[in-house]
């Protein structure tokens, strides 16, 4: 099938003819997640789920799950395994080979799924993407289905908040809906739970902006743009309370850290176009920043005028081996992400 828009998704997920791999990722988790679940429900009646679907995590040994989708579906058409967050860093060399050739061997009467919640899309989708995930994608692709969710228009979020608002007996107007969406970030998976405490509150009516204002909390991305900053400030105590906050608020370890780094993948970015001469319009092109997120460029053309290139490549350096720790290492993950602020604050004071 090859790559899959979410339409072309949702109308062979209608056809009951299943493709046998399906590669899921994107900067909307939540509807990764959702359409994970449908290949589910499509593939295996919950009724015979038990003995015909299981989930695995991380990299799961190729001959576990081959052994697996190699047996006969029972009372069910499909057999169907589901992998979250392949770590492809755990895979070595010998095991890379084997996941190609278990892409190309898997029967008719199995579908093996791989939704990536907390791999950020440009391990997919950089210009200089690395040898695992090339070779990975191009093999899902080319012996099963593969689909890249970004996020939606502001005009679908906002369609999207309504009905969801309407659905709990209350009522919002577009200019709020707008807000809203902005305030989480346009994420789907964070709006549905500021939309069900809304509903809860307000019960009935229409929610207003003063709700929105007392209910809904600081959006997370601006919180951790702030932490930022305050590094660049050289105000390391500000930063490490900026970040409790945003523990104390419930924001997941790896949502902070990959907004915290694709913020300096922006900057680093805005100052590699900025030194070449180019607008920030060329330079969101270049990187593929398209529609609403070229304004990310734009900003850090301004944020990234004080910041040496050298001071940036570090920092990227830091998080990247952070990166690398939370997906396989067993530490607190808490501690890793602390520990990257601490070690990006030390970069700032040699800088200076």
Known sequence: MGRLTETQLKNELKTGVLSRVYFLYGEEDFLVKTYADRIIDAAVPEEVRD???IKFADAPRSAEIADY???MPVFAEYKCALIKDLDLEQLDLNEQKNYLALFKNIPDSSVLIIEQLHIPPETYNGKKIKEKPKKLLEAADKNG???EFKFLSMDRVCTQIRRKVERGGCT???ENAAFLAEECGMSLTVL???IEKLCAYRQSGEITKDDLNALVPKRADAGIYTLADALFEGKTQKAFEILDELFIQRFDEHRIFFTLSGYFVDLYRAKVGKLAGKSYQDTAQAFGYYGGRSFAVKNAYQKSAKLPLRYL???ITVLYRTNKLLNSSKMNRRTLVESAI???SM????DD
């Open 342 to 344: 601490a070690e990006i």
């Open 192 to 194: 549905g739970n500021e």
């Open 172 to 174: 919002i107007s577009g």
């Open 69 to 71: 989708l190699d047996g």
């Open 51 to 53: 003995m015909n679907f």
């Open 145 to 147: 289905a593969v689909c």
């Open 347 to 350: 970069l700032k004071k040699t």
């Open 313 to 315: 490549s570090d920092c």
